[in-house]
């Protein structure tokens, strides 16, 4: 609050205000502080004070109280406002769990709905701090009560301006709902979450349950919907600056790293996995990466980075899961994440090294031929550069969606180690050579002769072989990989103002 010089005794409107104003913060309620120290927390106001640019908070709502007769509580359990992240300005979303364990009620679901409706008439990124436990039960009692726009004004917001979650605690039903709807969620990893708190639960099923039996992070984290997992609302604080930092251009270069390393990286033995968090760390500026879903779809990286300051999102098959063939969690994964970048014009950078999409009989029950296609849609539709580079296999509709010829990439590279190949080299000597196999009866022979035909096929598919016949814009040295990706950038001009959404993104 702006200090003033103090003349004369302040009028009895302005006092009643400020006394007011001055009682929903945590210096007049020892308690409710007192009550989340119990819990290992922080407020909601610490919280804000930790995220936002000093003094820059400017409080909607603040003086609202609970509509049920006899009730009471500071700003009706929603912090909310204005404020400036490292100079950006942002909407802000509260829930104060010290009020009513953080519930939602028909006065802070105007008020929600109002903030969200700012957002989206302003164009402001939104962070929601989800802190409760659902509706709040004494609320049904308000006369003139009906359903509130908050959630449908929430899910507008989708791919017009980033919206992140955090999650340090406990949300349940439309607070979960509203985790659901957002572009990121971050969470601590005591948290829980599910669309049913325990009465609920209990009423439904019979069974007593804590919160932390009904969905744990762990639970949330293996089925992708937790995107970033943090030790503690600090660090959760720290996720949510650094994510949003992506989303307002390019910033100053950041410190290289050692380009040589890259050469190393893939081993000499096509049969032996690494780990493909080594190249995109090995091309990133130092310290820029957020690598997102780490626990879910390990097929694939999905991860934000910078490049020169600039940044960039990065898809990378991942040899130590899978041999890196894309399964159904994988596309999911990369589908929502390529949509996520070119709904906000970041450019894409794709690692390729799989075998193909994943194959066989229990795969096919997880629905791959709906799910893989939504990674081709997502690429083939997206307007935002596209930058390839082939690190090793590159085979079948694996590739064909890791950003092949067809999909036009802004350039397409290859490292010495890739093979190329319309299907799997093996599976296709199988079916072009068949009739020669199986006329070797001899086991061992057979074998012998398989593997002859195999790596004569690798020869002929090698990555200078598919350079010459003009599959790769070039076949390049490892080191020299992040110098041509920026040199490619700045021929890129950047993309015409908008004024309108360009497409909404799929909540999973």
């Known amino acids: 609050m702006p200090d003033h010089p103090e003349s004369k005794p302040l009028r009895a409107d302005l006092d009643l205000a400020l006394r007011a104003r001055a009682e929903r913060l945590d210096d007049a309620r020892p308690a409710a502080v007192a009550q989340q120290r119990k819990r290992g927390r922080w407020t909601a106001r610490e919280s804000l004070?930790?995220?936002?640019?000093?003094?820059?908070?400017?409080e909607y709502g603040g003086l609202a109280r609970p509509a049920v007769a006899g009730m009471d509580g500071a700003a009706d359990g929603i912090v909310m406002g204005t404020g400036r992240i490292d100079g950006r300005s942002v909407d802000l979303l509260f829930?104060?769990?010290?009020?009513?364990?953080?519930?939602?009620?028909?006065?802070?679901?105007?008020?929600?709905?109002?903030?969200?409706?700012?957002?989206?008439?302003?164009?402001?990124?939104?962070?929601?701090?989800?802190?409760?436990?659902?509706?709040?039960?004494?609320?049904?009692?308000?006369?003139?009560?009906?359903?509130?726009?908050?959630?449908?004004?929430?899910?507008?917001?989708s791919g017009l301006v980033p919206t992140i979650g955090i999650l340090p605690g406990r949300a349940f039903a439309g607070h979960a709902n509203l985790a659901g709807m957002c572009d990121v969620l971050i969470a601590t990893k005591d948290s829980a979450m599910g669309m049913a708190g325990p009465p609920l639960v209990e009423a439904a099923l019979g069974v007593k349950l804590t919160p932390e039996e009904i969905g744990p992070a762990s639970v949330h984290v293996a089925s992708g919907v937790i995107d970033v997992l943090v030790e503690d609302e600090a660090e959760a604080i720290a996720a949510a600056k650094k994510y949003l930092g992506y989303f307002g251009g390019p910033g100053p270069a950041g410190d290289a790293p050692?380009?040589?390393?890259?050469?190393?990286?893939?081993?000499?033995?096509?049969?032996?996995?690494?780990?493909?968090?080594?190249?995109?760390?090995?091309?990133?500026?130092?310290?820029?990466?957020?690598?997102?879903?780490?626990?879910?779809?390990?097929?694939?990286?999905t991860s934000f980075i910078r490049l020169g300051g600039r940044p960039v999102g990065v898809v990378a098959n991942q040899p130590m899961?899978?041999?890196?063939?894309?399964?159904?969690?994988?596309?999911?994964?990369?589908?929502?994440?390529?949509?996520?970048?070119?709904?906000?014009?970041?450019?894409?950078?794709?690692?390729?090294?799989?075998?193909?999409?994943?194959?066989?009989?229990?795969?096919?029950?997880?629905?791959?031929?709906?799910?893989?296609?939504?990674?081709?849609?997502?690429?083939?539709?997206?307007?935002?550069?596209v930058m390839t580079v082939v690190l090793r296999k590159a085979y079948g509709l694996g590739y064909y969606i890791m950003g092949s010829q067809p999909l036009d990439p802004a350039i397409l590279l290859a490292?010495?180690?890739?093979?190329?190949?319309?299907?799997?080299?093996?599976?296709?000597?199988?079916?072009?050579?068949?009739?020669e196999l199986d006329a070797i009866a001899d086991e061992a022979e057979r074998a012998k002769q398989h593997k002859h035909l195999t790596d004569d096929l690798k020869r002929k598919n090698t990555a200078t072989e598919a350079a010459a016949r003009f599959l790769y814009d070039d076949v390049i040295d490892p080191a020299d990989t992040r110098a041509i990706l920026l040199n490619t950038l700045a021929t890129v001009p950047p993309p015409p103002p908008r004024t309108t959404r360009k497409r909404f993104i799929e909540p999973m």
């Open 321 to 385: 899961f899978l041999a890196g063939a894309i399964d159904s969690p994988a596309s999911e994964k990369a589908a929502r994440f390529i949509q996520i970048c070119d709904a906000f014009d970041i450019p894409m950078l794709l690692l390729c090294d799989t075998p193909g999409l994943m194959v066989g009989p229990d795969v096919e029950k997880t629905g791959l031929v709906r799910r893989s296609a939504r990674v081709l849609a997502a690429l083939a539709n997206a307007t935002v550069p």
């Open 258 to 301: 050692d380009a040589a390393k890259l050469r190393d990286i893939v081993p000499d033995n096509p049969k032996r996995a690494y780990n493909v968090r080594k190249v995109i760390e090995g091309l990133a500026d130092v310290g820029s990466v957020l690598e997102l879903k780490p626990s879910f779809g390990r097929a694939v990286v």
């Open 49 to 58: 004070a930790a995220l936002l640019d000093a003094e820059s908070f400017v």
């Open 95 to 157: 829930y104060d769990y010290t009020v009513y364990a953080g519930t939602q009620s028909t006065i802070n679901h105007a008020k929600s709905s109002r903030m969200f409706a700012h957002a989206e008439k302003h164009r402001l990124p939104v962070i929601c701090w989800l802190d409760g436990g659902g509706a709040r039960p004494h609320d049904m009692k308000v006369e003139g009560r009906g359903s509130t726009p908050t959630f449908v004004v929430f899910a507008r917001l």
């Open 415 to 435: 490292w010495p180690t890739a093979e190329f190949g319309g299907m799997g080299l093996e599976g296709a000597v199988n079916i072009i050579y068949r009739r």
